[in-house]
């Protein structure tokens, strides 16, 4: 999930900089977008086999499109204004990327990161049970099939667990990084 946020955050970050660049990739990036998720894992089994970096891709990819878009976001809700005034004192494109509109792209990627969080276990899970890779999708699939009321029930306690102990961390983290920002995450 740490490399779908930070392939996310930093394409969104290069994206908000550049219109040039917005207009060439955008259609392809829309494109993938609109793509159900779900539907990608099988090509991502051929890709790579029905291994753990199927499961590994299918993460990434999942967490990359939704951080990507927050990221984006936050980039391009920069104000014209800060960004002219921040030109005028002769600041370069890298110096505004760096300066003016990294600090909203990260705000915004820490704001998608619970959503991120929930939705890569929902992959994971998912990718586990269409390939039969060991892990929590594939003890469900067991659990299920041999009408294990308990362990069903074990597994999706533990994931639930596992997604709040994510959550939190990344909300201290998210505290602790923008102590800065009075916007209120």
Same mark, same amino acid.
């Given at each position: 999930m740490i490399v779908g946020t930070v392939l996310g955050a930093g394409c969104g970050l290069l994206l908000s900089n550049s219109r040039t660049l917005q207009r060439v990739v955008s259609p392809f990036l829309t494109f993938l977008n609109a793509t159900p998720r779900i539907a990608l894992i099988p090509i991502f089994v051929i890709l790579a086999g029905p291994t753990l970096t199927t499961t590994v891709l299918t993460a990434v990819f999942i967490v990359f499109f939704l951080v990507f878009y927050n990221a984006y976001r936050g980039g391009t809700s920069v104000p014209r204004a800060v960004v002219q005034n921040v030109e005028l004192l002769g600041a370069s494109r890298r110096e505004v990327m760096r300066q003016v509109r990294l600090p909203y792209v990260l705000v915004w990627t820490f704001a998608s990161l619970p959503n991120a969080i929930s939705f890569g276990l929902v992959s994971v899970v998912t990718a586990e049970l269409l390939t039969g890779q060991l892990g929590m999708? $594939? +003890? %469900? +699939?067991? @659990?299920? @099939? $041999? !009408?294990? @009321?308990? %362990?069903?029930?074990? &597994? !999706?306690? &533990?994931l639930a667990v596992v997604g709040v102990v994510l959550v939190t961390v990344t909300e201290f983290v998210s505290r602790r990084a923008l102590h800065w920002w009075d916007g209120g995450i």
């Open positions: 999708g $594939r +003890l %469900l +699939l067991d @659990s299920v @099939s $041999r !009408v294990d @009321s308990t %362990l069903t029930f074990a &597994v !999706v306690v &533990v």
